[in-house]
């Protein structure tokens, strides 16, 4: 709950008049999140997570850029940036706690799970679109607010180190899963030729792409993303994984039985299309012709993230028994397989040793 006092200063800093109410939101694994209402209009208040952004005047650094670009250069596009203050600040501190307020956006509401291909078509149109925007923005500008955020490299040696200092009595549980772990390190291979080729781009990446990231109107089309914590410089396979990681299969990564998962045929048409819907005259040849192999860097990135969050006693994800890590990373090791068994997985993808 969010604490009165705190509302209240709140409206003090935003100079909101009249009563207001504040009702909770579906929080993420991340931030707290609710809706205030107040006589002036509706607002999106949040409350960021600084043990996973430790640093976060940067983030309100990156959406003060983002503001300035799209005000400037593409007006069209509905870019859901933080309110100001009276005096101008995006963000507020209150009891060592960063605050920002966004708009409401009447008559929009999130999905929080996929159940249609067309769904799964107007979200990767938003993130195609969104990124596609900031063709001319110059990503390097953005801070990093999450380093090696979506570094394969980095999240392997992360793994390795940790499985070196690891509680023997955890090894013993994660040693399963560890050897497909080590099996899978192909895909990195892929990964250093990818970030190294002069035709794969940095660009601006949202980074965290699943559906509940995505505003949708009443007739069911996609309006615009949200959620822009973690937009940073990044590569083409980033969104594109994301969205395979998490919209392919019917059932998510908290599912312990493995044989539900599959990968959707139809949804895997419906993300390709509507993400090159404004991307296709953005990408590389060489980006495009490497797209589906996203889901295969992503998800096994996750995998990876989620058996070194076990070995470190699950201090990054929320885990509600012991051993939520280590079925989460069996169930992303049987979507990873599932992408590679599909015929676009296997694919033999060109690059030097």
């Known amino acids: 709950m969010l604490p009165i006092q705190v509302l209240q200063q709140i409206q ?36 960021i997570n600084t043990h996973v952004f430790p640093q976060p005047e940067k983030i309100d650094q990156n959406l003060q850029l983002l503001a300035k670009h ?39 509401y999130t999905h929080n799970v996929l159940t249609k291909p067309d769904e799964a078509f107007e979200a990767a149109r938003q993130f195609g679109k969104f990124t596609a925007s900031l063709t001319h ?35 013993k549980q994660a ?21 190294h080729k002069n035709t794969c781009l940095q660009r601006t990446m949202h980074h965290d792409a699943k559906i ?18 973690t937009v940073m410089s990044g590569y083409f396979f980033s969104d594109m994984g994301d969205m395979m990681r998490t919209y392919l299969s019917p059932v998510g990564e908290e599912e312990k039985d493995i044989s539900l998962i599959e990968v959707r045929k139809d949804f895997l048409q419906a993300i390709s299309e509507g993400y090159l819907t404004n991307m296709e005259s953005v ?15 992503i998800t ?28 989460r990373t069996a169930n ?3 979507l990873l397989k599932q992408i590679q068994n599909h015929p676009t997985g296997k694919q033999q993808l060109y690059f030097l040793e």
């Open 137 to 171: 923005f110059n990503a390097r500008d953005l801070a990093i607010t999450i380093p090696f955020f979506h570094h394969l490299s980095y999240r392997y040696w992360q793994f390795q180190h940790t499985w070196l200092c690891a509680d023997e009595v955890l090894k």
């Open 12 to 47: 003090q800093q935003y100079n909101w008049t009249g009563a207001i109410q504040s009702y909770p939101l579906n929080n993420g694994l991340i931030n707290h999140t609710w809706k205030v209402v107040s006589a002036k209009a509706n607002y999106i208040l949040q409350a």
């Open 175 to 195: 040693r399963e899963l560890a050897n497909p772990i080590s099996d899978q390190v192909h895909i990195l291979k892929k990964f250093n030729y990818f970030i």
């Open 283 to 297: 990408l590389t040849a060489f980006e495009k012709e490497h797209l589906l192999f996203s889901g295969q860097i």
């Open 70 to 108: 799209f005000s400037r250069g593409n007006k069209n596009y509905l870019f859901v940036g933080p309110v100001s203050t009276d005096d101008g600040k995006t963000m507020v501190c209150i009891n060592d706690v960063y605050y920002r307020v966004f708009p409401f956006i009447e008559g929009t």
């Open 332 to 334: 992303q090791l049987q």
């Open 212 to 229: 509940s990231n995505v505003l949708f109107n009443e007739a069911g089309k996609g309006v615009t993303v949200i959620d822009l914590d």
């Open 300 to 327: 096994y990135m996750q995998a990876l993230r989620f058996l070194t969050d076990f070995l470190q006693n699950n201090r990054y994800y929320a885990c509600s028994y012991p051993q939520q890590n280590l079925v």
